[in-house]
């Protein structure tokens, strides 16, 4: 019997119960990961204040008597600080009062093992105000900062971190606050540690939970009788994950450039050419000729744009006549700006960085007052409502010890910004530029940071990725790389390695001639194991299945049986993330 394929598609979707009996549904997609032996990560942070604390993550791990609920058991004074244990309600927990000294407080000494992963967590109330308290660990070898909250009274604040430590040993728990006339009260106290092993494993499956989808295409003939032992291949025309790079002016006379960034990457942001100080130069002589190119560009090759940024915070990159604006007038010019260049651009870019850098800085807030980012923000939303408008800073992830730019410091920002009359409904997102140092990346306080502010609900990209210069820059950009993108809530990921021949802002990805350093090959691997998994080939069981896990993207599927008349059949397939239960199948019926 000769049987030919035809361009029918039928799609069937099962839910399977507990007892196995099955429903029909459409459009839901399974997403299925494989359950490793190590023990899952908990993702989950708390951003509000609560009348009481919630239960210790992984039940405390290595905390001794982690609720209190053993009296003192465990824990002792550090510093000068009187420690004692509180009943309110039902809740036991402990108190650090007659603080003298920032470090005063409520210690545990714990063994820490070198080349484990640790991530921490606590819940802080403090008996005053609205104060910083940070947790630290005296090791043998220095200080580690975990993390840091801003504890309120008579509420408690999830305050969440991580870190390694480089030799094993002896280690002192401790919370810290420079406001000395403060109780500090701390309860659910968890630290948990993980190999690498175990923390890569979290990331596998991650991946495989958020990134993928398991497909199952099924060849039958016209009666829908099974078709055993035939050819599938799929690949891959386009990720869904936008991954990207920085790229500036230099690209639009490089063929090579071109050619090299386009075979790689689907979204991207402008190095300067859209910053004010390249836009206006001088008063009043806007020019976009060298954005507007960039962006045909980008169109013209299917790439996605940040629109990065429209001010940025640095006194250092004001333009000189700004500098001699009175208030009233710089007020005019920075509305005459956002007015500009969003509405030039507006459905042209896919975010905007509205305000660059301002944790670190207040250069627009120290002229035109402290609610100047609140109003950019307002005036942005009324220009291009419909692109997510990010607030973009660095540090937040990379160094828990600039205290400027901390999770809580960030958190802050934002209901500063949405607290201003007519930005309740801002469409906002977080930018996280990561910029990292050439020491060795920080993985459980990036992973604890992140989960802290995606709480939020508001989309997360990571921005602005590199790493210094250093004997291990290959090595460290593979783990961030690999931490940011298995995060179930990042959304985005842009590497800040826009090419120049005279060498790139910190970290170039090529040499010159547009052959990979050992940064391009880390970039490579991750694109062709992880985001852009390319293709998948097999045959068809005996039932005349086979089953794949794509990562999301838009793929083409071909089916061929030796008894097919026209030899194959080709059909799209857009593989998208499931928002349907755990146990969901998307089932591909090519009739032939």
């Given at each position: 019997?000769?049987?030919?394929?035809?361009?029918?598609?039928?799609?069937?979707?099962?839910?399977?119960?507990?007892?196995?009996?099955?429903?029909?549904?459409?459009?839901?997609?399974?997403?299925?990961?494989?359950?490793?032996?190590?023990?899952?990560?908990?993702?989950?942070?708390?951003?509000?204040?609560?009348?009481?604390?919630?239960?210790?993550?992984?039940?405390?791990?290595?905390?001794?008597?982690?609720?209190?609920?053993?009296?003192?058991?465990?824990?002792?004074?550090?510093?000068?600080?009187?420690?004692?244990?509180?009943?309110?309600?039902?809740?036991?927990?402990?108190?650090?009062?007659?603080?003298?000294?920032?470090?005063?407080?409520?210690?545990?000494?714990?063994?820490?093992?070198?080349?484990?992963?640790?991530?921490?967590?606590?819940?802080?109330?403090?008996?005053?105000?609205?104060?910083?308290?940070?947790?630290?660990?005296?090791?043998?070898?220095?200080?580690?900062?975990?993390g840091s909250i801003f504890a309120e009274s008579?509420?408690?604040?999830?305050?969440?971190?991580?870190?390694?430590?480089?030799?094993?040993?002896?280690?002192?728990?401790?919370?810290?606050?420079?406001?000395?006339?403060?109780?500090?009260?701390?309860?659910?106290?968890?630290?948990?540690?993980?190999?690498?092993?175990?923390?890569?494993?979290?990331?596998?499956?991650?991946?495989?939970?958020?990134?993928?989808?398991?497909?199952?295409?099924?060849?039958?003939?016209?009666?829908?009788?099974?078709?055993?032992?035939?050819?599938?291949?799929?690949?891959?025309?386009?990720?869904?994950?936008?991954?990207?790079?920085?790229?500036n002016k230099n690209i639009l006379y490089n063929?090579?450039?071109?050619?090299?960034?386009?075979?790689?990457?689907?979204?991207?942001?402008?190095?300067?050419?859209?910053?004010?100080?390249?836009?206006?130069?001088?008063?009043?002589?806007?020019?976009?000729?060298?954005?507007?190119?960039?962006?045909?560009?980008?169109?013209?090759?299917?790439?996605?744009?940040?629109?990065?940024?429209?001010?940025?915070?640095?006194?250092?990159?004001?333009?000189?006549?700004?500098?001699?604006?009175?208030?009233?007038?710089?007020?005019?010019?920075?509305?005459?700006?956002?007015?500009?260049?969003?509405?030039?651009?507006?459905?042209?870019?896919?975010?905007?960085?509205?305000?660059?850098?301002?944790?670190?800085?207040?250069?627009?807030?120290?002229?035109?007052?402290?609610?100047?980012?609140?109003?950019?923000?307002?005036?942005?939303?009324?220009?291009?409502?419909?692109?997510?408008?990010?607030?973009?800073?660095?540090?937040?992830?990379?160094?828990?010890?600039?205290?400027?730019?901390?999770?809580?410091?960030?958190?802050?920002?934002?209901?500063?910004?949405?607290?201003?009359?007519?930005?309740?409904?801002?469409?906002?997102?977080?930018?996280?530029?990561?910029?990292?140092?050439?020491?060795?990346?920080?993985?459980?306080?990036?992973?604890?940071?992140?989960?802290?502010?995606?709480?939020?609900?508001?989309?997360?990209?990571?921005?602005?990725?590199?790493?210094?210069?250093?004997?291990?820059?290959?090595?460290?950009?593979?783990q961030i790389l690999r931490e940011a993108h298995?995060?179930?809530?990042?959304?985005?990921?842009?590497?800040?390695?826009?090419?120049?021949?005279?060498?790139?802002?910190?970290?170039?990805?090529?040499?010159?001639?547009?052959?990979?350093?050992?940064?391009?090959?880390?970039?490579?691997?991750?694109?062709?194991?992880?985001?852009?998994?390319?293709?998948?080939?097999?045959?068809?069981?005996?039932?005349?299945?086979?089953?794949?896990?794509?990562?999301?993207?838009?793929?083409?599927?071909?089916?061929?049986?030796?008894?097919?008349?026209?030899?194959?059949?080709?059909?799209?397939?857009?593989?998208?993330?499931?928002?349907?239960?755990?146990?969901?199948?998307?089932?591909?019926?090519?009739?032939?």
């Amino acid at each position: 019997m000769s049987i030919q394929f035809t361009t029918l598609i039928e799609v069937w979707f099962f839910i399977f119960s507990k007892k196995r009996t099955f429903f029909t549904y459409n459009f839901i997609y399974f997403i299925g990961f494989n359950i490793a032996n190590a023990l899952s990560y908990d993702y989950t942070a708390s951003i509000e204040c609560l009348a009481s604390p919630q239960k210790p993550q992984y039940n405390g791990g290595v905390i001794q008597n982690p609720e209190l609920n053993e009296g003192l058991k465990g824990w002792s004074t550090f510093g000068d600080a009187k420690i004692e244990h509180r009943t309110l309600g039902n809740n036991k927990f402990i108190v650090a009062n007659s603080r003298v000294h920032p470090h005063d407080s409520v210690s545990q000494n714990l063994n820490l093992e070198k080349n484990k992963i640790y991530t921490f967590s606590a819940w802080i109330q403090v008996s005053k105000g609205r104060i910083p308290v940070s947790a630290v660990f005296k090791t043998q070898t220095g200080y580690i900062l975990a993390g840091s909250i801003f504890a309120e009274s008579s509420c408690w604040s999830m305050l969440k971190g991580g870190f390694t430590v480089d030799a094993s040993g002896s280690a002192q728990l401790y919370f810290e606050s420079n406001n000395t006339s403060v109780d500090i009260w701390v309860d659910s106290i968890s630290l948990q540690p993980f190999t690498e092993k175990q923390w890569m494993s979290h990331q596998d499956q991650a991946i495989e939970k958020t990134r993928k989808t398991k497909v199952r295409i099924q060849a039958v003939d016209s009666q829908g009788k099974p078709l055993s032992n035939a050819k599938i291949s799929i690949k891959l025309k386009k990720a869904s994950f936008p991954f990207g790079c920085a790229i500036n002016k230099n690209i639009l006379y490089n063929n090579a450039y071109q050619n090299w960034f386009t075979s790689r990457f689907t979204v991207t942001v402008f190095e300067n050419e859209m910053k004010w100080y390249s836009t206006e130069p001088s008063q009043g002589k806007v020019d976009y000729s060298v954005p507007n190119a960039m962006l045909q560009f980008a169109k013209k090759n299917n790439v996605l744009v940040r629109g990065h940024n429209v001010f940025w915070d640095d006194p250092k990159y004001q333009q000189g006549w700004i500098n001699s604006l009175s208030p009233a007038d710089l007020s005019k010019a920075t509305t005459d700006r956002i007015n500009s260049i969003m509405s030039r651009y507006r459905g042209e870019v896919i975010g905007w960085d509205v305000v660059n850098e301002n944790l670190h800085f207040n250069f627009f807030e120290s002229k035109l007052g402290q609610n100047a980012s609140a109003v950019f923000y307002n005036l942005a939303q009324k220009i291009d409502g419909t692109s997510t408008l990010f607030l973009n800073e660095y540090n937040t992830i990379e160094n828990a010890r600039d205290g400027d730019s901390t999770p809580a410091k960030y958190l802050q920002k934002l209901r500063d910004i949405k607290a201003f009359p007519g930005n309740g409904n801002l469409k906002l997102g977080i930018g996280l530029e990561s910029h990292f140092s050439s020491a060795a990346p920080n993985l459980a306080y990036m992973r604890a940071s992140i989960d802290t502010l995606a709480a939020t609900n508001f989309p997360i990209w990571v921005t602005e990725v590199d790493v210094q210069r250093g004997p291990y820059q290959a090595q460290y950009l593979e783990q961030i790389l690999r931490e940011a993108h298995s995060h179930p809530k990042v959304a985005g990921i842009v590497i800040w390695s826009a090419w120049k021949p005279q060498g790139c802002y910190t970290m170039c990805l090529t040499d010159n001639n547009f052959k990979n350093l050992p940064t391009g090959n880390v970039v490579d691997e991750l694109l062709a194991r992880r985001i852009a998994i390319k293709s998948s080939a097999g045959r068809t069981d005996g039932n005349g299945f086979f089953e794949a896990s794509l990562s999301h993207g838009l793929y083409s599927v071909k089916i061929h049986h030796p008894s097919a008349k026209n030899s194959s059949l080709v059909q799209k397939l857009n593989v998208v993330s499931s928002t349907g239960a755990d146990n969901q199948t998307l089932l591909m019926r090519f009739a032939a």
